[in-house]
């Protein structure tokens, strides 16, 4: 067991009978490529194997989406040998891993516990079943079919990591792209079973979805009817065009900006229901290691897998709006404002809920 008297870290101390079942690293990264191939990564992206020994044996595998050092720190503490996570830990080229940076701390945390770090980003945004697969299957759509369509792009050229000054560390990431062929492209759209208000149906998203203290906002009338939903996993706003084609009634993604809502509302009669970025990707973790463990099996190696129960969502708290229906002139003036009404932390949330 990882961490006990004699052992190395990333040891099982199992018995040698179980111990030739288990897979190496190199055989769980060849499985997850074959479930996301890095050959649909978008062109700026960074997938696949960042920190680890390829032969190291794995008993235990942990599922995150974002590959910050708390995460680390729950794979060691859980004895896993591999971390997979959704975003990638870098992407630009760096000039060190010293751990006066986050990107460092994470490298040397991993290496000091023996966790290998493997990635999948945008190549599993657009896998079949991918993130937004996950994200219908968690709101309980139907029919659920690709919402835009992949279209030829060349394929990604060999070469050197990304420039300084392109997307960096940590989540700085540009709006995708377009998608490979040979995949299901971005976005889903499916159907809710019947029709239902949109605060009903925004209800139904707050209660699938891991809890956050951005909760779930939307644009329209809170009691128009909805039934066909797109989704998209991630930053997905820029599909809204593709969810009116598809006839959708309201698309559920993240990271929503001020102009380019108001523009996208103004031009299409679908609902924008905006989540957590983090959130919205979190189903994903369980279609992953699920895969992960059928796919070594087939192989006659096992693995124990578990999704990581922490919250990496960086916003922590809120104070509800004292004026939901419009500026009050007295409040704007400063009067009864202030008083902390509305406000919520990450103790009322659940910071560790699932």
């Given amino acids: 067991m990882l961490g006990a008297p004699g052992s190395q870290p990333g040891s099982s101390g199992l018995p040698a009978d179980a111990r030739r079942q288990q897979p190496s690293v190199a055989e769980c990264v060849a499985e997850l490529e074959r479930c996301y191939p890095p050959s649909w990564a978008q062109s700026w992206d960074a997938v696949g194997l960042a920190v680890g020994d390829p032969n190291m044996p794995v008993q235990h595998v942990l599922f995150a989406v974002d590959p910050v050092v708390e995460v680390v720190r729950e794979a060691v503490e859980q004895g ?15 000039h060190g891993v010293a751990e006066t940076s986050a990107g460092g701390r994470v490298v040397a945390t991993a290496i000091r516990g023996g966790v290998a ?11 079949c079943p991918g993130v937004s697969d996950a994200l219908a299957d968690a709101l309980g759509l139907t029919a659920v079919e690709p919402l835009d369509g992949p279209p030829e792009r060349p394929e990604k050229p060999a070469g050197p990591p990304a420039r300084p000054g392109e997307p960096g560390e940590l989540g700085e990431e540009p709006p995708p792209g377009p998608a490979r062929s040979g995949n299901g492209g971005l976005g889903r759209v499916g159907e809710l079973p ?20 951005g909760g779930v906002r939307a644009t329209g009338d809170p009691d128009r009817p909805v039934r066909r939903i797109a989704v998209c996993g991630g930053s997905g706003g820029e599909l809204i065009g593709a969810a009116a084609r598809a006839g959708a009634d309201a698309l559920v993604t993240a990271d929503g900006r001020h102009h380019h809502v108001l523009d996208a509302v103004a031009a299409h009669d679908v609902a924008l229901v905006d989540v957590a970025h983090w959130a919205s990707e979190w189903p994903w973790l369980h279609i992953a290691s699920a895969r992960l463990r059928v796919g070594l099996a087939a192989r006659g190696r096992t693995v124990n897998t578990t999704v990581s129960a922490l919250v990496t969502d960086p916003w922590r708290w809120h104070a509800a709006s004292p004026w939901p229906t419009g500026p009050d002139p007295d409040r704007a003036a400063g009067q009864g404002y202030g008083q902390g009404q509305g406000q919520v932390d990450d103790r009322d949330q659940g910071r560790d809920q699932r």
């Fill in 80 to 94: 896993a040998q591999l971390l997979v996570t959704h975003h990638p830990l870098f992407l630009r080229g760096v």
């Fill in 117 to 127: 770090l493997f990635t999948a980003h945008t190549n599993a945004d657009v896998a």
């Fill in 194 to 213: 019947r029709a239902e208000p949109l605060h009903v149906f925004c209800a139904r998203v707050a209660a699938a979805l891991p809890a956050t203290a």
